[in-house]
């Protein structure tokens, strides 16, 4: 090898990128030296900066509760002979401080969980001290082998009376109140991200503006006016019949549905101003807890539908680049009341989705909503312009080619950059979390690699020339456990894909759940009998990211790949053929199990209530049923790789939740799920 590739190598691996790694397939793979310089590049921290930081004291450090041993600088532990633990519930510890033989510092005290403030060598810094694991289906539950189940619902698909062409937190109120009396104990949901509010045609929820931030959208009127008033609003508006048109599609008009819930709310904004409704010290609340934070949200959103509305040119746009930007700042003292609006839109959301949370524990579900955070963000959203010197630049995030994705993915997003994440105290990951955590008694990890590697693209390269950037990982699995606690929340990790074993065991034992889902549970000799699942993942029939058991059985996802040329090296013929072996193989996968027996010709009902009695009866402390297989839906919510060829993130229930929930074969499903729930292993 040339000396100078050799020394980019060294460089690669010392800013945490992967010079060789491992393959879906098992093949070791070698990054090449042109990919390496592209992400270097973009990873790359100005030398005084770097310098700067590794002379300063963290913000923030982690470590295991009740271990007395923290890695801290040497340079503060060599001026230190004791240190000074404030702790957060009060309290004051004192212990000395020495270095041991592998070079970190020991404390000689177990501390609680929880934030506290360190005194050490002259400086004082946070030290979190995590417990051993998350907060687990068991704690939630109360016993010592769950077998709970649960419901996946697509918000904005959801339907309820006098709604505004979609589904929103009201809707889910409901939903998960009729889920809770049927038996569920939680309710998982798709991501609720704040979205574009001057730009409606970008709704993919896993594509946000703003992580921290709810998707306005989702927004229920009902939290300040009842329904009569809502309907004269539509009505004085002239929306009656564009309301009652988008409430009978089959498929979503954003831009429409966003224009109708736009009026709407303005006409509340402006009575709210005008003190015709309660809620004015709490919204000034809201705006204070906030912070900086919120008021920049409300400036891009107030900026861009400026932006927009004058049709506005990149030179002017440059002027905005970031929050910190002068003409920002200007724009921000001269627009205080528009800003105000989009604060008050996130207000309430947050009313909403807490309302739906407070409806499904009131029912009696033990955990409630489960959320769904984004692995990454829309580089021109919110989260980049509020943060750009904290986030990833000139990379895209994505997966390498797999089992799910030949060539590979791009998903057109980024996120935090790991050397300023660590030297700003994790600050923005924290803040993502607990925004996550908030209103829900769970939350669902996109892409949990993220938490130990990312794959990262350079710009204009393809999904194949990427490599991966690794993540403190010790650090963000302290922080993800300490939060988990602290809010209470399960914590599920999306594990599909290029996922090396001993990263799943290390999540296992930070008591993050993985994911087995039906389409994925095979071997080299086939598909697992349901009862040799993971008892430390959450089972599924199927996700919003792959066709529904029914769709899957018919190889409905392969007519829309075959349509939309979406075929990679394997062939469409293959592909088929591979299918027609996998049904036969899953059906005997479930000859010892499934109370209702079926071969590749059975009808499709039976195929459905067949895979929801082997999902049941897996070892999982918790089975979830997405509702597009409990109606036996044959389409699946999303098709990765497609925007607007395929109706991504647009389709509807067919009918609202007391509805939808007491239909004879769907409340069968449900009964067959709890009984099956009760005679797992």
């Not at 009376?161 to 038996?183: P, T, V, Y």
């Not at 015709?276 to 919120?294: K, P, S, T, Y």
């Amino acid at each position: 090898m040339p000396t100078r590739d050799r020394e980019l190598e060294a460089m690669a691996a010392k800013a945490g990128l992967l010079v060789d790694w491992q393959d879906a397939f098992g093949r070791r793979r070698r990054v090449s030296p042109e990919t390496l310089r592209a992400l270097l590049d973009s990873i790359a921290v100005d030398p005084a900066e770097a310098r700067m930081n590794s002379e300063a004291v963290p913000a923030l450090v982690t470590a295991d509760a009740a271990k007395p041993v923290l890695d801290l600088p040497l340079r503060l532990a060599r001026k230190a002979r004791r240190a000074r633990i404030a702790l957060e519930f009060g309290g004051m510890r004192e212990c000395p401080a020495a270095i041991d033989a592998r070079g970190q510092v020991r404390l000689g005290i177990a501390l609680p969980p929880g934030y506290h403030r360190l005194e050490l060598g002259g400086a004082q810094l946070q030290l979190a001290a995590a417990p051993a694991r998350c907060f687990t289906i068991a704690d939630a539950t109360a016993e010592t082998r769950p077998r709970a189940f649960g419901i996946a619902a697509q918000i904005y698909s959801l339907r309820r009376e006098g709604e505004l062409g979609c589904g929103d937190f009201g809707a889910l109120a409901e939903f998960a109140s009729a889920a809770a009396e049927r038996g569920a104990a939680a309710l998982a949901i798709s991501p609720v991200h704040a979205m574009f509010a001057a730009d409606p045609d970008k709704y993919s929820p896993y594509s946000p503006s703003n992580r921290c931030f709810l998707n306005t959208l989702y927004a229920d009127p009902a939290c300040l006016a009842g329904g009569a008033e809502i309907a004269r609003i539509v009505r004085a508006g002239g929306f009656a019949g564009e309301a009652a048109a988008l409430a009978r599609a089959r498929y979503i008009d954003w831009p429409r549905t966003a224009a109708l819930r736009r009026h709407v709310f303005e006409r509340l904004f402006a009575r709210f101003l005008a003190g015709d409704f309660a809620g004015a010290a709490d919204f000034a609340l809201f705006r204070r807890d906030g912070g900086n934070a919120l008021a920049h949200h409300a400036c891009f959103e107030a900026l861009q539908e400026t932006l927009a509305a004058s049709r506005a040119s990149a030179r002017m746009t440059s002027r905005f680049a970031d929050a910190s930007a002068p003409g920002a700042l200007a724009f921000a003292r001269a627009n205080a009341e528009r800003i105000g609006f989009h604060a008050f839109m996130q207000w309430c959301a947050a009313r909403g989705l807490a309302s739906a949370q407070a409806a499904a524990r009131a029912r009696g579900m033990p955990i409630g909503l489960i959320a769904d955070l984004a692995v990454g963000v829309d580089p021109a959203g919110s989260e980049c312009w509020s943060t750009r010197h904290d986030m990833l630049a000139r990379v895209s995030i994505g997966a390498p080619p797999d089992a799910l994705n030949a060539v590979g993915q791009n998903w057109g997003l980024t996120t935090f950059s790991p050397i300023p994440l660590v030297h700003n105290g994790y600050a923005p990951f924290l803040s993502m979390l607990r925004a996550a955590m908030r209103h829900a008694g769970g939350v669902r990890l996109d892409h949990v690699m993220s938490l130990t590697r990312l794959w990262l693209i350079p710009s204009g390269a393809r999904p194949t020339e990427g490599g991966y950037l690794r993540f403190p990982t010790d650090a963000l699995l302290r922080l993800v456990a300490l939060e988990s606690w602290r809010h209470r929340a399960i914590v599920i990790g999306e594990d599909l894909g290029t996922v090396p074993a001993e990263c799943r065991e290390r999540l296992a034992r930070a008591g993050i759940l993985g994911l087995d889902v039906l389409a994925f549970m095979r071997n080299a000799r086939g598909f697992l009998p349901p009862r040799r699942w993971r008892r430390d993942a959450v089972a599924m029939t199927s996700t919003h990211d792959i066709a529904p058991v029914a769709g899957w059985w018919r190889a409905r996802d392969l007519d829309w790949r075959r349509r939309l040329r979406l075929f990679g090296e394997i062939g469409e013929a293959d592909e088929r053929a591979a299918r027609v072996s996998a049904r036969e193989e899953l059906a005997q996968s479930w000859a010892d199990s499934a109370s209702t027996r079926v071969s590749a010709r059975s009808p499709l009902p039976r195929v459905v209530d067949a895979a929801i009695h082997a999902v049941g009866i897996t070892p999982a402390p918790l089975a979830v049923l997405p509702v597009e297989d409990l109606v036996g839906a044959v389409e699946q919510p999303n098709l990765p790789g497609t925007i607007a060829e395929h109706p991504n993130w647009r389709r509807r229930y067919r009918a609202g939740a007391q509805v939808l929930l007491s239909a004879p074969r769907v409340a069968a499903r449900i009964r067959r799920l709890a009984r099956a729930r009760r005679r797992s292993s």
